[in-house]
């Protein structure tokens, strides 16, 4: 495989640029990449997510994103968003403030809320704020 | 060790999972272990985008938790158990009104545990079962203290009867042919809502409510009165006779009872879920229960609706040259002034911080702006006095009107909210209108 530039967390197209890499590459991004699909279930997790949250990859993979993985998010700051995009057939590319209970404590988190019309994942993108 | 690690990861999703919230802070509020819940519950409160201290996040929805907080003087117990707060009112048919409940638990002097819930649903059950226990309480208990009367369908006392006397000391003269309304202090009822309960207990079966009376000695007592139709509409749905009822004759049953002792006794219990612990008054909750309900009625009956926000004014800088017991004694005279000021039929409110609200039934925008422009000379007029101390201090206030562009009471609340700030911008000490869209 050839070597592929690491993409930033602001990167333009961010979504089908994390489409194209493979599990390796997800896990050596600087940020948190959480991917699920139109049902919410989680089919990508990589290992800065899996280390900032203290839970294992294979604990995550399959489950419900918004009620087991991420229940912080599901509010109308995060999850209705994506509801709301899904519903009106748009493209979501938000960036927001957030705070993560990451191994319960509260850290300050820019989250950006990436879906594509048609994409089979969606994707939440997680960078500590400093 | 490993063995160990998993355990740890197995004992980190269980808090991950827990379907309420769990904050565990300082004294001061400093949030030091929070789970997923109480951020998912917490985060849309936050102002500023983080989550560091509860307190502050509470402070818009629950402004005296910090002295709720404080005023604990042992070192373990419950700081508030099972504490309602209101996070919105809602659009009737689009959003729903989100309520959450809060307990503190006080570990040491070091640490206070938080539980949280979104309590929505439980509460609209609870309401349901108030709503059906007050009518027991009004139909049930012990009957030897009431008086009934017959109103035709305009709502006036259309005979006499010697409970009516008993119970109020007014006389036959005094009584029959006025509205049911002389049952009540000339504040806390207004002609508007006379028409409104006599159209509930038409629609309903019944309409209630509980306020203190005056008797005609001047002594007054907490009573609970129940209006019910005398004829139950039986025929089919379609359009009613002109002429129906128009001849007079009974068309409603008053049951007015002195319920003082039993109010005595719940008295506590009603407070400290409905009052605000620092100052007394209502607390956002009751405010939202008390407009929510009005708001019904408007909607009913369109009439003028007012609401008017007071803030104090440059309060952080009170609390910072001061300190904060003089901040809250300003709170205090500032609730109290409000409450000396408007009518019982008012719903006043402590709502946010230094934020009070006022909603106005049947009152418009000039009557609104006269009241609140009096809350505010008197407040510039007057001094606190804490500890020899004398402090000098102004409010600013917003009013807003309903109308029916208006989705709703947070749509009403905005308003007020937008005149506020531009009463801010104007210097202060003064009241601004916000103008109709």
């Known amino acids: ?130 | 060790m490993t063995h160990t690690a998993e355990e740890f990861e197995a004992l980190i999703q269980f808090l991950y999972l827990a379907p309420v919230g769990l904050v565990q802070i300082a004294p001061d509020g400093q949030i030091i272990l929070i789970n997923p819940i109480s951020a998912q519950l917490l985060m849309p409160l936050s102002r500023d985008g983080g989550l560091e201290n509860l307190f502050t996040a509470l402070e818009g929805v629950a402004p005296d938790l910090a002295h709720r907080a404080g005023a604990f003087a042992p070192d373990y117990g419950m700081v508030c158990e099972e504490m309602k707060i209101q996070i919105k009112a809602g659009v009737p048919g689009k959003s729903g009104a989100q309520v959450l409940s809060l307990s503190l638990l006080k570990l040491d002097r070091q640490r206070m545990m938080a539980v949280l819930r979104d309590v929505t649903q439980e509460i609209q059950r609870d309401l349901l079962l108030r709503q059906n226990e007050a009518w027991l309480n009004a139909i049930l208990t012990g009957i030897t203290d009431y008086a009934i009367a017959r109103l035709d369908r305009d709502g006036r006392v259309d005979d006499w009867n010697e409970s009516i006397g008993h119970l109020t000391g007014l006389d036959r003269d005094a009584v029959v042919g006025q509205p049911y309304s002389i049952f009540y202090p000339d504040d806390a009822i207004t002609p508007e809502r006379t028409a409104d309960r006599l159209r509930e207990a038409e629609a309903s079966g019944w309409s209630m409510d509980e306020c203190w009376r005056t008797r005609a000695d001047g002594s007054r007592f907490w009573g609970s009165a129940i209006i019910a139709p005398l004829r139950h509409r039986t025929e089919p749905a379609g359009p009613v006779p002109l002429d129906d009822g128009a001849q007079g004759g009974p068309a409603f049953c008053l049951v007015i009872r002195d319920i003082t002792e039993k109010r005595d006794a719940s008295e506590k219990f009603r407070q400290a879920a409905t009052c605000d612990h620092l100052t007394g008054i209502a607390n956002r909750r009751a405010f939202f229960e008390a407009a929510e309900l009005e708001l019904e009625r408007w909607r009913r009956a369109p009439r003028p609706l007012a609401l008017i926000l007071f803030d104090a004014d440059n309060f952080k800088r009170i609390n910072d040259t001061h300190g904060h017991p003089v901040g809250d004694a300003v709170l205090r005279h500032l609730a109290t002034t409000l409450a000396g000021t408007f009518r019982q039929v008012d719903v006043v409110a402590r709502v946010g911080g230094e934020e009070f609200a006022v909603l106005l039934p049947s009152t418009d925008l000039p009557s609104a702006l006269a009241v609140a422009e009096r809350v505010r000379r008197k407040i510039a007029a007057t001094c606190v006095e804490v500890n020899g101390e004398r402090i000098a201090y102004t409010v600013s206030g917003g009013v807003a009107l309903m109308d029916a562009g208006m989705a709703g009471l947070d749509d009403l609340l905005k308003r007020a909210d937008a005149a506020l700030y531009g009463a801010k911008a104007a210097g202060r000490n003064c009241i601004e209108s916000a103008l109709a869209a």
């Open chain 1, 1 to 130: 495989m050839e070597t592929t530039q690491e993409p930033a967390f602001d990167a333009a197209a961010l979504a089908e640029t994390l489409g194209a890499l493979d599990d390796a590459h997800l896990d050596a991004l600087p940020f948190g990449v959480i991917g699920f699909d139109a049902q919410g279930v989680v089919r990508r997790y990589n290992a800065t997510e899996s280390n900032y949250a203290g839970l294992a990859i294979d604990r995550v993979i399959g489950q419900p994103v918004f009620t087991v993985v991420a229940p912080c998010m599901n509010n109308f700051m995060v999850a209705q968003r994506f509801e709301d995009a899904a519903e009106q057939n748009q493209p979501l590319d938000a960036t927001i403030d957030y705070v993560l209970t990451l191994r319960m404590k509260p850290v300050k988190v820019k989250l950006r809320l990436l879906a594509v019309p048609g994409a089979p994942l969606r994707h939440v993108i997680v960078n500590r704020r400093p």
